[in-house]
């Protein structure tokens, strides 16, 4: 996330084969801030999905991108997607249940003392 990271993210040609690999695999893509609009959704990766990003970057992803959504963190399928560095807490929670299941996150987010708002769509 964040910019220049998301922009450099935009103009890796390593990382969009990385992206693109992942999602033809069906495995997890997982951005924050700037970067769902620049990294992914840029090259197509959001297509039909609800996704979020930084405010500012809404608009980038809406409407050939993205079903954009206001969610703090929502959850698409095996990608998810995230606002901006106020929500890490709870981006960090939803990569942890996609990878090792609801049990695991509820162990980490409990001492963690995170209160979800509305981190599913």
């Known amino acids: 996330g964040g910019v220049p990271g998301a922009t450099n993210l935009k103009e890796s040609e390593v990382l969009e084969s990385i992206v693109k690999k992942q999602a033809s695999d069906g495995r ?17 990766l959001l297509k039909g999905l609800k996704a979020t990003c930084y ?23 095996k990608v998810v997607t995230s606002r901006g560095p106020c929500t890490t807490m709870e981006f960090a929670v939803a990569l942890v249940e996609q990878l090792y299941g609801k049990e695991r996150a509820d162990e980490v987010s409990g001492p963690l003392v995170v209160t979800f708002i509305d981190n599913v769509v």
């Open 28 to 44: 997890l893509n997982a951005v924050i801030c700037a970067s769902p609009a620049e990294a992914l959704g840029s090259r197509g």
């Open 55 to 77: 405010p500012s970057f809404m608009e980038q992803l809406a409407p050939a991108c993205a079903t954009t959504v206001e969610s703090r963190v929502p959850q698409d399928g």
